[in-house]
């Protein structure tokens, strides 16, 4: 969908236009239980641990994709198979936390 069709936000009277989205009663169990919960519990771990969650793995493509995190995950990514001194990972957790 191109960014047109939202709206024309330009003065002296910008114009927004919505949409209703609706879903069943199975796709909302769905989305809550296969995705929301199981977020929460990655999340819950990686709070917990100090340590963030393996990136690329808990997300669909998409997400990844148009993500503005995408080059911190690359680069976890690329040093997670890397050996880290200790000083590096005290400085990794710093930016984290
Ligand atoms: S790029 Fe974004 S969506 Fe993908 S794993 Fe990293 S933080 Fe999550």
């Not at 919505?18 to 769905?30: G, K, N, V």
């Not at 340590?51 to 994709?65: G, L, Q």
């Not at 690329?78 to 990972?89: A, D, G, N, P, V």
Request: proline content about 6%; overall charge negative.
């Amino acid at each position: 969908m191109s960014q047109a069709s939202w709206g024309n936000y330009s003065p002296p009277f910008p114009q927004l236009y919505a949409e209703t989205i609706q879903f069943d009663e199975d796709e909302l169990y769905h989305n809550w239980h296969s995705k929301i919960l199981y977020n929460k519990v990655i999340l819950g771990k990686a709070i917990k641990s100090g340590t963030p969650p393996e990136p690329f793995k808990n997300c669909y493509d998409w997400e990844c994709k148009y993500c503005r995190y995408n080059l911190v995950c690359q680069t976890l990514a690329r040093t997670s198979t890397t050996e880290m001194s200790e000083e590096q990972i005290e400085e990794d957790k710093k930016l984290w936390n």
